[in-house]
């Protein structure tokens, strides 16, 4: 290694800086009462949420993106748990920066095999212990629920960061944040903004990431000309859940399927892709076929999204090019989360504008 | 699951409230000279403190416990070593709550084969590392010895967090306190006061929540009628230790034993269960035949006391009962450690109100 | 147990005082600018520190540890990310215990079989995903590779706090910042100043933290009378690696190689002494037939450095004697780090006297 190249390098893509948030926010006016309601409100779908609430959390976020240094201690005196029973190393770090960023403590767990659930304790109880040590939960684990078996017996707000092959409500909002911030007009209630193609590659049925981010799109349907679920011959049967496919087209998305991924791109503006499933203590990998690449004929101002963390499904030559808004989704999922968590604690009006 | 249902219920039971703590406090009158002379003290057994510094204990807790956002810094700057060498998240996560509350900071050790000792290091040499890294140290560990191996070399408190089958002196100080804010005048210099008859269901000589537990009752044998060791028959030779019935007994304690709890429960005012002995790595079970519910025979203002965690021994239908004690001597247990933690690292006089 | 004898005592060695970091501290004439230059650099090996930014560094530390409750701001709001991808009780501890010193919160991974990585993510993804979480890295992994996969993608500075068999720099710092306590003349530039001779027990070509102790010992040639190298006769073939020797020498540091310790210590003035070398998951034993003790022909002012932990090579029969630093270096590596993590994060400001 030359020893006279350590220094960093702080130029980065236009996607980490605060043009795009600062745009987002200017979109949307602020109507602190939605963020004030979610005092206390746990958060375990992401079918809780009205498409104004979505709104101002988003707007919440871009100012806490667009100011990352301005608010420090709106969370000062609060204690998260963050109870990890399915390891992530990445989710973790995200949640936990964003407590930390605004001047919480957190108490972390990251091994189930090392709680009293291993000796046979109910959730139930583990919860009640929960109420008396902090004032937030995270939590993922592979058991869809066990988050609804701890809510019956708290008193502090949970938040659902990965349940099974469920639901992955704040991976919605961050994707949807991405979204937004790439393109602000589409968050506005302009009737007259330019409409998006989305692809997604993955199976509906099976992803958490996948479910939760259709959920979220279903909230605006305004911003969508088309959502193409693109999948590989043999999840055609199982591609959809009960009600998956109803749902967004009562909402009024426009809903194609297509197995043949660059026959798409040329027309996409967005592609949603992920490969990889969980499904109790492992995962499955879905449409492994499908791979992009800077090879891959996508239009010049086409973006990709990706949750992260990343396989073959994703070629690292496109991390140089303006298609990658994806490492700009993993950045603003903590000023995502920074927002949520700030309402659920009852600190919203300690940065909200007009209270 | 009903999304419309998601907001959290802040209704508590009247044990979770202030009313309690607030008697406690009244019921003893301020000594801060107890409290000041335990700065610097290692706490490894029930056996160090007089009844008079533990009546200074309760009532600190009681101050903490009726104004929970009163002193959220008497502890900045001070960093807890939190080392959880035998795992349990339940003990870990209250001391860390209790620490973080007051200000200070943490440092996690939750698995002992990733660390020195694993490799072969000396306690004696671990502790050495501690004096240069935090100010205060929390120990769990499965070996008995394993504290005395470290108080040679320490130069900054320990607390004994459990040390294999031997002792939990806090666990024993949260005991007390729940049976203290059930009825305050226990702890009073009283002496017209209203005697109670304490069942205990377990092996005194095995477990060593029941075994730190009887010691503390000891210092406080005004208060209690009787003593009612309720064993299984083929625990009858090993029930009690060393001297263990002897120390009671020489305090001025009655005690009888019996192998028929629903005979005994009609005549209890409180009953103190727990079936889980830990022996090394592993445990036991005891008593597993005395369970407890709804519908014992338990008096109308009986009281139930378990540290928890709880096996079959206590059916979760008493959890909405008045009989349920056992939820707030969980809670009260983050006081009371809040209380000696702010003593042992000399920051007492920044919380008792004379000076 | 005797438990009237719980207190701690607080007498320690003078080692732990505060005279030697204020004579170390009057040694060296401040000069911020070689402080402030390390904001944003990487910290990969002790090759990128000049004699001059190592002064300036030593005597920040010095500064620190004479005044250990003068600065605990610092770094407030600042996230360090602590991966022990190898686990490491005693590294992770010095360096979290540093930050939090310095008032900044922290973010901890201790295993690496629970992060992505584990799945096949890459270091690259996992360094992008650093940047948006904290402000600062310390990355201890048992692969020496690992640290510059992760250098292209970071923006935030990271710190080698031990990559496999290389280097260990802030070991190799904290060694020299004690040596220079010992004797403060050894660090200014006075040229009449009575140089040492230094004795290291290890295999430089195998042992990390002898081969950054050697070149740490390069930048200061002018306090070194004569290096001897004192090794088992079965790795005499493989003692230095390429330009090991050469480098010191070409410093101007004479050097001797022995097998005979014994024969060597009446006449050594230092001696740092190490058995474990760390390769890949697991570890060897280097040089375990030499063993110090209170018995050996040890100058009457000699001492003895080890990084620790330590194995029979260092016989606890020293620690109450006057040979003893190793205490004292083992402290002093929790100052040295507080003042090269203030510099990296843009805070040497904050705490240099003159800006």
Sequence with gaps: MNMNDVSLHRERPDVCGDAHPKALLRAVQEDGDFLLKLADQHVVSVDQFSRETLRQLFRLAAKYE?????FSTPLQGKILISAFYEPSTRTRLSFESAWHRLGGDIMSITDRSTTGIAKGESLS???EMFNN???????????EHSIEEMLGSLRIPIINAGNGADEHPTQAMADMYALFKWRPELVSDDEQKQKIRIGVVGVPNKMRTVRSFLKILSKFPDAVEELVVIHAQGNADELFGADQREQLESAGIRISTSQDMNAELPRLDVVYINAISWEGD???TYGSEFQLSAASPLKDDAIILHPLARGDELSCDLDQTPHNWYFSQARGAVFLRMALLTCMVQRAERVIDVV
């Design 66 to 70: 667009a100011n990352p240094n301005r």
């Design 125 to 127: 109880d583990v919860a």
């Design 133 to 143: 040590y902090g004032d937030c939960v995270v939590l993922r684990d592979n058991n």
């Design 282 to 284: 492992t995962f499955s």
